[in-house]
């Protein structure tokens, strides 16, 4: 049978909301086990729909009596076989209005209960069924605008997110160099600088840092930074040191008498001098 199904059949290009007819395979046997007649209510009230539809279409053709006489003979002809038809229990589909959703009185919900069968008439009064459908489609909006709403948040959220990681790799890239670097100037630095050789030995996230020596109480004055000078690397240095400072203590032995004789020869001469000379000359000649 023949349904009408929300923009199911549309394409891409279809930019609006609208409906598009739809067949539907139903076996026989749900309709024999699940459809149902209409009761007298229901009939009466598609009595009533057929003559509002015919109305407009004779109203249209009263200035023509012939085919007025024509309309409203079909029309009269097809309301007749149509009640005959579901007089005789013609089945529908179950009623997707319950009697709680149905507005009606209380002497007519009574009738309805009676009769097992009170959404048929709910669902066949056209003007419920106008503003069942506009209520829907206002329910709808809302729901649409805040689809529209959480797919651009979404997507500004995805950005942001893109640009995080971005900015993160940005920084294990410079992390990266950096230990690098740290390692390559650990490599280069001198070998007393334990600290930053060390660093560059070890390696990893936590072993990046320079050390600075401290001084040691009760160790002398170098600290701790002597104390591995049995390695091999650090015995030239040592030995060339120490022969540095034995030239420097043999020359300064050789000169060891001269200041005190030149302190005494200064002294001898400034005594003849003062002997020899007025106050005057004296001053001149050895103050300059």
Known sequence: MPDLDPAQEAGPAAEYRHLTSRTRQIPRSIIDSKWTPLDPASISVVDSLVADAARPVLLRLRDRDQRHAQAQTILHTFATRLRTKLVKGMPFPPPTISAAQAPSSRKTTRKRAQSGRSGYEAELDFEKTVDAIASLERALDPLL???VLLKAEKEREERELEREYKLLRQLEGNAKAERMGWR?????SHVLAGGLAGAGEKGGEGGLG???VKRQEGKGGAGGVFKDLQEE???????QI???MESMRSNLAQIDGVLPAIAK???ALQGALCQYMDPVQYDQVVLG
Do not use: N
């Open 210 to 212: 320079l050390e600075v």
């Open 242 to 244: 120490g022969s540095h």
């Open 233 to 239: 690397e650090l015995l030239a240095l040592s030995q």
């Open 184 to 188: 390559e100037r650990g490599k280069r």
């Open 145 to 147: 605008h805040s689809v």
């Open 265 to 267: 020869t200064k002294a």
